[in-house]
């Protein structure tokens, strides 16, 4: 009688004791998962500048690519680009048609090192306004390198940044600074032919290129970029002086 008592209430509290681990578990994994869940949507509603260039260009077609790139990069770039305003230089899709050799992989989107450089040459950390614009010499930007501004020698001339026309009209961003509309990429041709190499696979018409080569791009390379580039902007104005001249009397 007393052994099957004793049985009986040995079952009893291992039951117990089951029970309660298992609701302890359940309740601590609910627990977790209830801050992971309050991390993300903290992350989330944290504006940075990247989302936030990102929805105030989702209108503008012609910067379609600027933001794709910029996209691409973005855990890359929000590593750097700390703080709570910023200037942003945006190139229009043909500002990048320009610096693109043809018939090749985009570099920017393969090449992630290309990316970070260049863009980060686009940034200031904090909002100029055009003042700051119209009164300085140059920007430092947040790669640390400075870009120069300059101004056409007519009183209401245009205002250059690297040789790029600024938009003096800025689209603003909701808390984190301005956007500036440029019609230059701050690239050099050596970033791009860099670039480049380091994604040997990448065919041309002639072959693929070689990255052992110490110099320049094969010449024709170059060559087939200047050329096509050329025919394009002919193109252009043959279309704008058709345009023209079917509109006179």
């Given at each position: 009688m007393f052994a099957s008592i004793t049985s009986f209430t040995s079952y009893c509290c291992?039951?117990?004791t089951e029970r309660f681990n298992?609701?302890?578990?359940?309740?601590?994994?609910?627990?977790?998962?209830?801050?992971f869940a309050m991390e993300v949507d903290a992350q989330q509603a944290t504006p940075n500048v990247i989302s936030e260039i990102r929805e105030a260009l989702s209108g503008h077609k012609e910067l379609s690519r600027v933001v794709n790139?910029?996209?691409?990069?973005?855990?890359?770039?929000?590593?750097?680009?700390?703080?709570?305003?910023?200037?942003f230089f945006a190139p229009t899709n043909?500002?990048?048609v320009r610096v693109m050799p043809m018939d090749i992989a985009d570099p920017f989107f393969v090449?992630?090192?290309?990316?970070?450089?260049?863009?980060?040459?686009?940034?200031?950390?904090?909002?100029?306004?055009k003042d700051n614009l119209l009164n300085n010499s140059e920007l430092m930007m947040a790669d640390q390198k400075p870009s120069t501004l300059t101004r056409?020698?007519?009183?209401?001339g245009p205002i250059l940044i690297n040789k790029a026309n600024i938009n003096?009209?800025?689209?603003?961003?909701?808390?984190?600074?301005?956007?500036?509309?440029?019609?230059?990429?701050?690239?050099?041709?050596q970033q791009i032919e860099e670039a480049i190499r380091r994604h040997p696979a990448v065919e041309t018409p002639w072959g693929p290129i070689d990255p052992s080569q110490q110099g320049n791009v094969n010449n024709q390379d170059v060559e087939s970029q200047t050329v096509v580039v050329d025919l394009v902007a002919e193109f252009l104005r043959e279309q704008d002086a058709a345009a023209a001249a079917g509109q006179q009397p």
């Open positions: 291992t039951s117990r298992a609701v302890f578990l359940l309740l601590l994994a609910l627990g977790l998962f209830q801050s790139y910029l996209n691409l990069g973005e855990k890359e770039f929000l590593k750097i680009l700390t703080g709570t305003q910023f200037t043909w500002a990048f090449d992630s090192k290309l990316r970070q450089d260049v863009f980060l040459h686009h940034f200031v950390q904090g909002s100029v306004s056409d020698s007519k009183a209401d003096l009209e800025p689209v603003f961003l909701p808390t984190m600074g301005v956007i500036y509309i440029v019609d230059r990429v701050f690239a050099t041709n």
